[in-house]
């Protein structure tokens, strides 16, 4: 089956640790998403990229790093200078060679930052 | 669930009846939209999505309206179904030139029996 995986569903850290979330994809698919849910609010896009080596910072990118040294796989990196971690976070890939159309979305990683 | 909000809109249907969903987009520049479901614990997933060349859209117990000039969008299910419980969202893509969206505060979709 073709998809997009997160791991792990469930993350704990204490406040001031680095942490990692991974995603990873088999459809194929050239561009990369991380979206960050709230209670009460939609997704906020954190940062994206279209191309393997490439990424771009979207609305809310302070306290968050990213790598896309493979096309499969784009891990985000939720640093301790992100001030309000604890979110449900959401990856997501499109084909970017087709403008119009829809990112595919995993199932998520809630992280709660203590 | 974890992942919705508390504080949502919530529209509250019947089983089989039609439920009908808005949403008011802010930028001009969008030239295409989608509806996603989410439902608890679960990433959102695609219903269907429109072009701006389009006025409605059709697929299958759904239908999409857009109303460019107010800026509006619509999701109908019709015969809702206990299923169909979940947040909609709706997106635009702000026009432009990849596919990056803006997503809407979402609607929670409750369906009794």
């Known amino acids: 089956d073709g998809g997009i995986t997160q791991s792990p569903k469930y993350l704990f850290r204490k406040e001031g640790q680095n942490v990692t979330l991974s995603c990873e994809q088999n459809?194929?698919?050239?561009?990369m998403y991380w979206y960050r849910q709230d209670p009460g609010q939609g997704l906020r896009l954190i940062y994206y990229?279209?191309?393997?080596?490439?990424?771009q910072k979207g609305d809310i990118a302070e306290g968050y790093s990213v790598s896309r040294e493979k096309k499969e796989s784009f891990p985000l990196t939720v640093t301790s200078a992100q001030k309000n971690p604890t979110a449900f976070y959401l990856c997501?890939?499109?084909?970017?060679?087709?403008?119009?159309?829809?990112?595919?979305f995993g199932n998520g990683t809630r992280l709660t930052v203590t | 669930g974890e992942n919705v909000g508390l504080h949502l809109p919530t529209l509250s249907v019947q089983e089989g009846d039609n439920s009908i969903i808005n949403c008011a987009y802010s930028n001009s520049a969008s030239d295409y939209f989608i509806w996603y479901k989410q439902e608890s614990g679960k990433g959102p997933q695609f219903i269907i999505d429109?072009?701006?060349?389009?006025d409605k859209r059709q697929g299958q117990r759904v239908t999409v309206l857009l109303n460019k000039t107010v800026k509006h969008l619509s999701l109908q299910i019709a015969a809702t179904q206990p299923g169909d419980s979940a947040v909609y969202f709706c997106?635009?893509?702000?026009?432009?030139?990849?596919?990056?969206?803006?997503f809407g505060g979402g609607t929670r979709l409750m369906v009794k029996p």
């Open positions: 997501a890939s499109s084909i970017s060679s087709f403008p119009r159309s829809p990112l595919h």
């Open positions: 459809l194929n698919h050239d561009a």
């Open positions: 990229s279209q191309i393997v080596n490439d990424f």
């Open positions: 997106a635009e893509n702000g026009g432009n030139a990849g596919n990056m969206l803006t």
């Open positions: 429109i072009r701006s060349n389009m």
